[in-house]
């Protein structure tokens, strides 16, 4: 078998390949076989067609083409192996020659992984704000935990804002009651606008057991975009009332025995969390820089089939909703689709381009993936997923993403291990020690095990970033579904 590889660019090839008439045994045993198996011939059993009557009686061309669709893809595979070109996506297939009992040649043109020259990794600085707690954040935690705290009590009076009340609600679209659309006995907090367009408005003013009839859209469902006709009835009106804060709600809320002490761990508790934060933000910064510093030829194809895909995803997803584009876009605060479509373009090529960068590093340092690599992300991921590990681990093998996922974790140790080197600095030039953010492990006593904090993720530990999850490797690995595969 002769290959060449001819270079197209820096993302395409062209592979040009000749397979000798020997080397294609293999591929006419097998659709022999199939094809004996499907002929019936007056005199032959099924399987026992010799293989010039199966030419005679379906016709050598006919063979031809199933062999050359059966070998193919065999010899495209060995040629990619044996070179180790790492391809992306699917290639374009030609034939080129077809001469019975002498030669197969072909041509494959395909999107390949660009080569990354990476340059000096030494000496990486990186600059984060500035862990500062103010009182007003304090005062928005403690805000917090009085609500919870906050009793409802009944008052006979006319609905006001902030007010809880007990409603009926009977739609009717085209004079027909609409059961998804009714309800009876439920809790809303006027002015919170989060249920349907028009409620506040209906209900402000009304006293227990008055009623008021408005109009609404209908957001969701077949009649999603039509405008129903609503019956709100107040059944009983509440305000809720807060607790005084005061070393009584201290030890009420939390194990501590005074205000002040409460709102102290309050500011303990937030400075961990921007702590926390600025691993998170040093990452950004460190593969901001990254995409910054390195070129990286970026596939157009690879680009093009992920717009794709996540297009159609979110089509299906709105059509669930009963929801249509321009809608997603004005609940996004986008202005357009055109805007929408420039942002996810520009997402894309830079989380294909990190990833790209992080597998270059990866290569470069030799970098690989051992089973408590796996297990460890399989179980974080499973954890924000809110399913087992097991559950998780079958989804990947079921979806076919295992590969991905792996390519994923070895580009999590890359970036890793270039935060440890990196040295990161606040906006006040303290240096920031990450590895101090690191939780220890607590020496347990004979009788029992060591335990370790729970808030155990630290900034170099966290997987690449999704769209979920905070972060430089929301960044970093922001990753296609398919970007990048081989």
Known sequence: MKSTIEEL????????????WGDLDHAFGEVYKELGRQVRVPGFRPGKVPNRVIDTRIG?????????????????????????????????????????????????????????????????????????????????????MRERFAMLTAVDRAVEDGDFVSIDLEATLNGEVLEDGSTSGMSYEVGSGNLMEGLDEAVRGLSADESRAFQTPLLNGPNAGETADVTVTVR????????????????????????????????????????????????????EHLLATVEVPIPENLVEREIEWRNRALENELQQAGMDWDSFLSMSGVENREAYDVDQRKNIEEA?????????????????????????????????????????????????????????????????????????????????????????????PADSQAETPADSDTPAETEPATEENAGAEDTAAEQPEDAAKS
């Not at 993302?11 to 397979?19: C, D, H, L």
């Not at 192996?81 to 040649?105: H, M």
């Open 352 to 444: 294909v381009r990190s990833q790209f960068i992080l597998d270059a590093i990866a290569d470069a340092r030799e970098i690989t993936v051992d089973n408590e690599d796996l297990s460890a992300q399989i179980m974080a991921q499973a954890s924000r997923s809110r399913m087992s590990p097991e559950q998780y681990a079958q989804q990947l093998q079921q979806g076919g993403n295992i590969a991905e996922f792996v390519a994923d974790v070895r580009r999590t140790k890359a970036l890793a291990q270039l935060l440890e080197q990196t040295t990161i600095t606040d906006a006040s030039g303290n240096t920031v020690d990450l590895e101090a953010l690191r939780p220890r492990t607590v020496q347990a």
């Open 236 to 287: 009983s009106v509440k305000t809720k009332e807060l607790p005084e804060l005061d070393d009584e709600f201290a030890s009420t809320a939390s194990e501590f025995d005074t205000l002040e002490e409460l709102r102290e761990d309050v500011r303990t508790r937030l400075a961990r969390t921007k702590a926390l934060q600025q691993g998170a933000q040093a990452r950004d910064r460190l593969v």
């Open 9 to 20: 660019g820096p993302t395409r090839v062209r592979m040009a390949i000749e397979v000798p």
């Open 60 to 144: 050598r061309p006919v063979v031809l083409e199933q062999v050359v669709q059966h070998a193919i893809p065999e010899v495209y595979s060995e040629v990619v192996r044996e070179n180790q070109v790492r391809v992306l996506g699917q290639p374009d297939i030609e034939v080129t020659r077809l001469d019975d009992n002498d030669t197969l040649a072909f041509t494959a043109e395909v999107d390949v992984a660009p080569k990354v020259e990476l340059p000096s990794l030494d000496d990486l600085a990186v600059t984060v704000d500035d862990v500062e707690v103010t009182d007003e954040e304090i005062d928005s935690q403690v805000s917090v």
